[in-house]
């Protein structure tokens, strides 16, 4: 009987997982989202308000958020979508006074957007339910590419192209390194303008934006045109598509 007792215990614990994985795969958002919801009581457990790091079983346990049973998903959603310009990239704060890129895809998923694009940038957004994934998109360690088209002021140099390429200082960290080159130079009457090729393996905040300026040459004009093996290509703004099987195997592979 005894044995019994912890064979039923052993497999109960293997069915078990953090609660913020359980609710980044019914759609609350990546990880760190979920735990800041676990942190601020909004999750009970079987009635119980939940700890952060606490286990359960979402087979055999009543979990919820605000009072509201979750919902795991059967199957995971992955969409692309051209965010234009004035559209936010996140959630927004909820009082409709700008449109976010949940408001261009009316779809039946809990979807959220992972990473960001700020306001005035635009291009290529992935939008799911699946929290795992949004986690390997927006960790530096699964080294997914981040490539953008960026249109900025005068013609940079060589050296500041250089300088970029190694890394400057913001907020008093360097920045990992990256690739920068040129696409093509533009030049209306006395003004020039020069395109250039900005592929990134982190992420922070308007980054290329500050990077560009901190070396004299401000955005005009940012596109992100690739996450990893997923390309804008000529989809238009505003519009979205499902990810390919193979383009969502490659993102889960961890290799862009």
Request: aromatic share 4%.
């Amino acid at each position: 009987m005894r044995d019994l007792r912890y064979a039923i215990c052993d497999t109960r614990c293997a069915m078990e997982e953090r609660l913020q994985k359980i609710l980044a795969r019914a759609g609350f958002g990546a990880r760190r989202v979920c735990e800041d919801l676990i942190r601020q009581g909004r999750v009970t457990v079987n009635g119980e308000v939940a700890r952060l790091g606490q286990k359960a079983d979402p087979q055999r346990d009543r979990i919820e958020v605000d009072g509201r049973p979750i919902r795991l998903p059967r199957e995971y959603t992955y969409i692309a979508l051209h965010k234009p310009p004035g559209v936010l990239s996140d959630e927004g704060d909820g009082t409709g006074r700008r449109p976010t890129v949940l408001d261009l895809v009316k779809h039946p998923a809990r979807l959220f957007p992972v990473g960001r694009l700020d306001l005035r940038s635009e291009g290529l957004v992935l939008l799911t339910d699946d929290g795992d994934l949004a986690l390997r998109l927006t960790h530096p360690r699964f080294g997914h590419e981040k490539e953008y088209h960026v249109l900025v002021e005068g013609c940079p140099t060589e050296e500041t192209l250089e300088k970029w390429s190694r890394g400057v200082e913001l907020d008093g960290k360097p920045t990992a390194p990256a690739q920068v080159s040129v696409l093509r130079r533009e030049k209306e009457g006395t003004k020039e303008r020069t395109w250039l090729r900005v592929v990134l393996w982190e992420g922070r905040k308007r980054q290329i934006r500050r990077t560009a300026a901190l070396l004299g040459h401000p955005v005009v004009r940012l596109i992100r045109v690739r996450i990893g093996p997923v390309r804008l290509s000529d989809l238009p703004p505003g519009k979205w598509r499902p990810l390919t099987p193979a383009e969502i195997r490659a993102l889960k592979g961890g290799h862009g």
